[in-house]
T-cell receptor, first 113, second 114 residues
Framework: DQQVKQNSPSLSVQEGRISILNCDYTNSMFDYFLWYKKYPAEGPTFLISISSIKDKNEDGRFTVFLNKSAKHLSLHIVPSQPGDSAVYFCAASVSNSGYALNFGKGTSLLVTP | EAQVTQNPRYLITVTGKKLTVTCSQNMNHEYMSWYRQDPGLGLRQIYYSMNVEVTDKGDVPEGYKVSRKEKRNFPLILESPSPNQTSLYFC?????????????FGDGTRLSIL
């Protein structure tokens, strides 16, 4: 049973605009969330994370928002650049269970010039 | 350079022929894990290791074995590969089991079992 869901398999955005990638989770025990970015023929690379004690974390053009009551998080990329075109994986973990990662299926982002 | 190295990157083999995918990290990490990525399923954890000689099953361990005799190495063993193990495999590591540091991933091994 998929505990982390990324319901949009793909997203296309124009360069300079905002990209919003969404992620929902079902396990209320999850308290640490991460986003990974993956280019073809490479492994996933860590992008940004957020603890459940926060509702927002920002790192440059990337911001993650967490809505615990809705069990929903989102990744905002502003402004989007062609180099952001990649597959983005949402992952969730429980801190007192060794932070084992539960991944979503991924969303493929295409940023067009 | 900090990295997780997997070998081979690509392998085509036949059902039943034992194979090993090696994984090595140079960051002195205690925690290592293996994932497989399949279309429409995302990344699923196969096995993980909290330290030398300590390993445990992930979500999809059937048909796989692992060993952790040294801190830096965590090989994945397919004793009798079958076509349903055709997949893209990733090894990952991070500092410690209880650490919230993000995992570092290797570049993947694409296995095709005919």
């Amino acid at each position: 049973d998929q505990q982390v869901k990324q319901n949009s398999p793909s997203l296309s955005v124009q360069e300079g605009r905002i990209s919003i990638l969404n992620c929902d989770y079902t396990n209320s025990m999850f308290d640490y969330f991460l986003w990974y970015k993956k280019y073809p023929a490479e492994g996933p690379t860590f992008l940004i994370s957020i603890s459940s004690i926060k509702d927002k974390n920002e790192d440059g053009r990337f911001t993650v928002f967490l809505n615990k009551s809705a069990k929903h998080l989102s990744l905002h990329i502003v402004p989007s650049q062609p180099g952001d075109s990649a597959v983005y994986f949402c992952a969730a973990s429980v801190s007192n269970s060794g932070y084992a990662l539960n991944f979503g299926k991924g969303t493929s982002l295409l940023v067009t010039p | 350079e900090a990295q997780v190295t997997q070998n081979p990157r690509y392998l085509i083999t036949v059902t039943g022929k034992k194979l090993t995918v090696t994984c090595s990290q140079n960051m002195n990490h205690e925690y290592m894990s293996w994932y497989r990525q399949d279309p429409g399923l995302g990344l699923r954890q196969i096995y993980y290791s909290m330290n030398v000689e300590v390993t445990d099953k992930g979500d999809v361990p059937e048909g796989y074995k692992v060993s952790r005799k040294e801190k830096r190495n965590f090989p994945l063993i397919l004793e009798s590969p079958s076509p349903n193990q055709t997949s893209l495999y990733f090894c990952a590591s991070r500092g410690g089991w209880a650490s919230n540091q993000p995992q570092h991933f290797g570049d993947g091994t694409r296995l095709s079992i005919l």
